[in-house]
């Protein structure tokens, strides 16, 4: 990797968590903070499911020990930013907490394919992946998917499940 380029680390996993949520939250910060130790800038983290709320949290935490880190919600529609939560907007929330924001450019992708096509996006841009995976999980997941393209691109997967 270029010196002059951001470690990045992405974040994907199930959309939901059966598990103690504060154990997995422990674990990301644990992780994560590794990464930033030794370098990383920059967090990409999906929207959508239990884990992807787990790692905003966990990142804005670590936001508040490390202010050089840079924390992106990765999106599949920018509808998603009108969400309310509580009393504001998701996409005030975001910059009143300083998280960017960003969609990859998925217009043609159908609409069932765009988190699936976001977690490779993720995986692209990204050195370090932490996910969340059981690997007993019985059905067909995007983010094991996900996780398989990010070994075949030789990245490092760090799975917290």
Known sequence: MNKEQELRIGFFGHSKIWKDESSIMNKIIIETEKFIQNGAKCCLVGVHGDFDKLVLRACLELKSRYN?????????????????????????????????????????????????????????????????IEENRIGVSGAKKAVNYAKRKNKVVVNLA
């Open 68 to 132: 050089e880190l840079k924390v992106v919600a990765v999106m599949t529609s920018f509808s998603y930013l009108d969400r309310k939560d509580e009393s504001m907007s998701l996409g005030d929330f975001y910059k009143s907490q300083g998280i960017e924001t960003m969609i990859f450019d998925i217009e043609n992708v159908f609409y069932k394919q765009r988190i699936t096509y976001t977690n490779r996006k993720i995986v692209d841009m990204c050195d370090i992946i932490v996910c969340y």
